[in-house]
């Protein structure tokens, strides 16, 4: 199994940035797919963006395309989420998730992911 905790989450305002982090604990980080989902109050959890395993292979939702960047660090064991632009819109408590996999493709559903992290809120004011 693997632990995640995230961290970063703050109130910023619209056109700010803000970096997340995924620390993972427990079996070797490099054998997990990695993926950002997001919660918005009264909505489905959602995609936001993953990496595979090597880092080698990325994939963003529409909504964050061109100001989100995820990166991972397989010695240190952590991923990282850079939010830039952020926009109202954006406010919500973002997971950090992990599937063990060593496919190059990224995985886009809640359901492929097993290992979840309690959740980081992000608010974006006006």
């Known amino acids: 199994q693997v632990q995640l905790v995230e961290s970063g989450g703050g109130l910023v305002q619209a056109g700010d940035s803000l970096r997340l982090s995924c620390a993972s604990s427990?079996?070797?980080?490099?054998?997990?797919?990695m993926g950002w989902f997001r919660q918005a109050p009264g909505k489905e959890r959602e995609f936001v963006c993953g990496?595979?395993?090597?880092?080698?292979?990325?994939d963003y939702g529409d909504s964050v395309k061109g100001r989100f960047v995820v990166s991972r660090d397989n010695v240190e064991n952590m991923m990282y989420l850079q939010m830039n632009s952020l926009k109202p819109e954006d406010t919500a408590v973002y997971y950090c998730?992990?599937?063990?996999?060593?496919?190059?493709?990224?995985?886009?559903?809640?359901?492929?992911?097993?290992?979840w992290g309690p959740g980081t809120q992000v608010v974006v004011f006006p």
């Open positions: 998730a992990a599937r063990e996999s060593l496919e190059r493709t990224v995985a886009t559903s809640v359901s492929r992911y097993d290992f």
């Open positions: 427990g079996r070797r980080f490099s054998n997990y797919a």
């Open positions: 990496i595979n395993w090597s880092g080698s292979s990325t």
